[in-house]
């Protein structure tokens, strides 16, 4: 494929995503000449620590970048999104992560050539980000696929890197697994709409994944300006883990049946309140509750495959 118009996007690679070290300099320099070869020039930024990518962007957009692609997992995408939001600069995403939810999501080919053929043929999607807000701190956090409020946040603080790269998306089922014999379910409260829940877990989704082919929140779409939130309330581990085990295999059918325990809501804003209740969003700890989920009303363009026409899907009988 070669296109007529000279284009340079601004990549930004994580070197240590997937398994690291020569093998992934030689994947990224392989993606820049696929890149050349469909028309498209790239200007290299390497990650070195925890927030480089927010910084790199910021940078990037600073200098007049108008098209930034990340390559790595979910987590470095994350990063970037923060100095995009209410920009005009596109994101576009060569997926090289553990789990690589939002390529996924967007039907972007999880290999080098696929994804280089997206980028050259630039088309993109508009889609509406979450915003977190840590209410004892003010720290602001934006967020592409979803926000998650207990178990998952606890698993997520503890999975080591070590075995995050060996294992890949195995590590979170490996940490959780060993997580659950001591875990303890532990209450907050969700207001949304003015009505107050009891929960143990909250999902804010975004996007109808939640990892790998799993879908806690299923008719969550990257495009529509709400969320899908999915509430577990149970103090017991045993049930608890049934349940959990439910809404991923199946989530909630189309006519909106589900688990007792469960429910589904949509909403423009969600807060939760407790006390030591970790969250995480887009699969990265950051911070504990009272916080504020709301959608930003600004979209970010994603170069993305063209969607086409989306399934009507209604949510009758949720509440």
């Given at each position: 494929m070669s296109t007529t118009n000279k284009r340079t996007v601004v990549l930004i690679a994580n070197p240590h995503a997937g398994r690291g070290g020569e093998r992934r300099a030689r994947e990224i320099e392989r993606f820049r000449s696929l890149l050349r070869k469909r028309g498209v020039e790239s200007e290299l930024a390497l990650t070195r620590a925890p927030e480089d990518a927010t910084r790199l962007a910021r940078e990037a957009v600073a200098a007049g970048a108008r098209e930034i692609v990340v390559s790595g997992g979910d987590g470095t995408i994350n990063e970037a999104l923060q100095?995009?939001?209410?920009?005009?600069a596109r994101l576009g995403v060569f997926p090289s992560g553990t789990a690589n939810v939002l390529a996924r999501e967007?039907?972007?080919p999880l290999d080098a050539e696929?994804?280089?053929?997206?980028?050259?043929?630039?088309?993109?999607?508009?889609?509406?980000?979450?915003?977190?807000?840590?209410?004892?701190t003010g720290a602001r956090r934006y967020f592409a696929?979803?926000?998650?409020?207990?178990?998952?946040?606890?698993?997520?603080?503890?999975?080591?890197?070590?075995?995050?790269?060996?294992?890949?998306?195995a590590a979170f089922w490996v940490s959780g697994l060993s997580h659950l014999a001591n875990w303890e379910p532990v209450p907050f409260d969700v207001e949304i709409g003015g009505e107050a829940h009891r929960a143990t877990f909250a999902a804010v989704g975004k996007a109808s994944r939640?990892?790998?082919?799993?879908?806690?929140?299923?008719?969550?779409?990257?495009d529509a300006p709400e969320f899908e939130v999915c509430l577990i309330d149970s103090e017991s581990r045993l049930r608890y883990l049934r349940l959990l085990a439910?809404?991923?295999?199946?989530?909630?059918?189309?006519?909106?049946?589900?688990?007792?325990?469960?429910?589904y809501l949509r909403a423009t804003r969600v807060?939760?309140?407790?006390?030591?209740?970790?969250?995480q969003a887009d699969g990265e700890l950051i911070g504990t509750l009272p916080m504020t989920f709301e959608i930003v009303a600004e979209p970010v363009e994603l170069i993305a495959p063209a969607e086409g026409r989306p399934r009507k899907i209604g949510y009758q009988n949720l509440r």
């Open positions: 100095s995009l939001v209410g920009t005009k967007l039907k972007i696929g994804a280089a053929d997206v980028v050259a043929r630039g088309s993109a999607r508009k889609v509406f980000a979450g915003l977190a807000s840590d209410e004892r696929l979803m926000a998650g409020v207990g178990l998952d946040a606890s698993i997520v603080n503890r999975v080591r890197p070590r075995l995050k790269r060996r294992v890949g998306e939640y990892g790998g082919d799993l879908s806690i929140t299923p008719r969550a779409r990257l439910s809404v991923m295999r199946r989530g909630a059918s189309d006519e909106g049946e589900t688990a007792p325990g469960v429910r807060r939760a309140a407790g006390e030591g209740v970790l969250v």
